[in-house]
């Protein structure tokens, strides 16, 4: 059975860096093909692709959103961790770790951390 | 970035009723198109993977077909359960997308 969940704090204040880490179990992070992903959903808004790594160590970013994420994985933990800089308002939103078994679709989810952005 | 939309935005059926929901890709994205559903306050959970096919241990009552450009998500026999947002999503390339979700609620 396939868990995810992730940690980190629910306030953080502009500029900061945000650093939220996914633990998870029921697969590994080196079998081939797949990855863990990164995806926020604004209150009331559509969710949003982040970021992925792959088994391989490969990462892809959003666009928009590059120079301000990184994402990292650690197999001996079972974890992924995703830092993102410079935290702005409109940064508030649930974020979501996920896991795909090959990078097309997201069959398991984690609860879910709504972080919130204000001094 | 290919672009997704979903209708309606929201619609309200009796139970019992067949639901449709449709979803368009801004480029042609051949079956690479997923759908979600979300209940308030909980995570997204698969349903349908490459258009049309049925994600272990998800209800028959869902289905998807379509592909290129336009899709369809269908909830027959609508049940007070199914009340939540599904969302579609591609994956032809990266930046993966979301559609902007359609509300189903019960008359």
């Known amino acids: 059975q396939i868990t995810l969940k992730e940690s980190g704090p629910t306030l953080v204040k502009p500029t900061q860096t945000l650093t939220l880490t996914c633990d998870f179990s029921?697969?590994?992070?080196?079998?081939?093909?797949?990855?863990v992903a990164w995806i926020r959903q604004p209150p009331g808004k559509a969710l949003e692709w982040l970021a992925l790594?792959?088994?391989?160590?490969?990462?892809r970013y959003r666009s928009s959103l590059k120079t301000r994420l990184t994402i990292t994985k650690d197999t001996s933990k079972d974890q992924v961790v995703l830092t993102m800089t410079n935290m702005d308002p409109v940064d508030t939103a649930t974020y979501y770790c996920a896991h795909s078994p090959a990078a097309i679709h997201f069959d398991e989810w984690s609860q879910g951390t709504l972080v919130t952005v204000s001094s | 970035d290919i672009q997704m939309t979903q209708s309606p935005s929201s619609l309200s059926a009796s139970v019992g009723d067949r639901v449709t929901i449709t979803c368009q890709a801004s480029?042609?994205?051949?079956?690479?198109l997923n759908w979600y559903q979300q209940k308030p306050g909980k995570a997204p959970k698969l349903l349908i993977y490459?258009?049309?096919n049925l994600q272990t241990g998800v209800s028959s009552r869902f289905s998807g077909s379509g592909s290129g450009t336009d899709f369809t998500f269908t909830i027959s026999n609508l049940q007070p359960e199914d009340i939540a947002t599904y969302f579609c999503?591609?994956?032809?390339?990266?930046?993966?997308?979301f559609g902007p979700g359609t509300k189903v609620n019960i008359k």
């Open positions: 480029q042609d994205i051949t079956n690479y």
């Open positions: 790594i792959y088994w391989n160590g490969d990462k």
């Open positions: 490459d258009a049309s």
């Open positions: 999503q591609h994956y032809k390339s990266l930046p993966i997308t």
């Open positions: 029921g697969f590994s992070l080196t079998t081939s093909g797949v990855a």
